[in-house]
């Protein structure tokens, strides 16, 4: 298919989950990518030196124009965009809400890839939060977008298994794959002008609310599958955290302990070889764990070389 024939598409997105979108688009003869969209590059790491977003890397790499504008919001934003003449906005993890002056741009309106069986998690933290409350299943949706927060009409789902100690890493990256593979499967319907996409049910929405640093707060009085789930949930980022010999651990994969000792919430039942943990109902095996300055590493690993007393209570004061 000749470039001039191919669907002009404006591609918006930031982190590492939109990338393999970006890429399947441009690899698809269906498609001609006329502009990339992401957000501005920001400080990172102990130096405080400016990277570019995932995205805007992927563009770079890829030799496709690239707009980073701080706000969609202004008028100079809407123009650039529409001098685009784009058939099809694409948006997956952007990072913005976009106002009814962008969503009317492209003549097939604005399609989103979001990481979740909608109505399920809409919202900026899906792959964490379902990992976290314990669902058996999760997958990604092609959403036609609208002005509320990911309540449009779905144009297909697929959905797959979370694994017993899955974190929301590893979970990431696989959605992140399968998001690409539906976005290109799914195109000749979002092109079917005839092809009406399916309204989300009514009543039966959750809220996947944005990550912060609350979440890294262990409670041990809570349950061995909830205190394990949340920790494969905030794995790697932000991070489970305990403190252990007056030391923070973060905890990264878990599961409920099964024929494990009993003890008070938080009191450390084994340390040898691996590292378990009474809760107030059961007990939770830490599988993986990180010290400050240190490589991730099996309880194994840790345990080697970091000595914890059994009968010793993590987050004692």
Not at 51 to 72: D, K, W, Y
Not at 88 to 109: C, H, K, N, S, T
Not at 287 to 313: C, D, P
Request: proline share 7%; with cysteine.
């Amino acid at each position: 298919m000749s470039p001039d024939a191919a669907l002009r598409v404006v591609f918006m997105g930031t982190p590492d989950f939109a990338v393999p979108s970006l890429r399947a688009l441009v690899d698809d003869e269906r498609c001609n990518v006329v502009l990339v969209v992401s957000q501005p590059d920001r400080r990172s790491g102990r130096g405080q030196s400016t990277r570019p977003t995932p995205v805007a890397a992927a563009a770079g790499e890829l030799g496709i124009e690239l707009f980073q504008p701080p706000t969609l919001r202004d008028n100079e934003a809407t123009e650039r965009l529409g001098e685009t003449k784009a058939d099809l906005f694409v948006v997956a993890a952007y990072g913005q809400i976009l106002r009814r002056e962008v969503l009317d741009l492209p003549a097939m309106g604005c399609i989103n890839v979001h990481a979740s069986l909608l109505p399920r998690w809409r919202g900026a933290a899906p792959i964490h939060r379902a990992i976290a409350a314990g669902d058996a299943v999760t997958g990604v949706s092609i959403m036609q977008m609208e002005l509320g927060l990911d309540t449009g009409p779905v144009y297909a789902m697929h959905a797959c298994m979370i694994g017993d100690t899955e974190t929301a890493g590893e979970l990431h990256d696989r959605l992140a794959e399968s998001g690409a593979q539906l976005l290109v499967d799914t195109l000749p319907a979002i092109i079917d002008p005839a092809h009406e996409p399916t309204p989300q049910p009514q009543g039966r929405s959750t809220y996947a609310r944005m990550l912060d640093s609350s979440l890294r707060e262990v409670d041990f009085s809570s349950s061995a599958d909830r205190i394990a789930w949340h920790i494969n949930g905030m794995s790697p980022w932000p991070g489970a955290r305990v403190r252990v010999n007056g030391t923070s651990l973060s905890l990264l994969r878990a599961r409920a302990a099964d024929d494990a000792p009993t003890g008070r919430p938080g009191e450390v039942l084994v340390a040898d070889r691996t590292l378990v943990i009474a809760t107030a109902q059961g007990a939770v095996e830490i599988l993986e764990a990180q010290r400050s300055g240190k490589r991730r590493m099996t309880t194994r690993e840790l345990l080697q070389g970091y000595e914890i007393e059994v009968g010793s209570v993590v987050n004692a004061p």
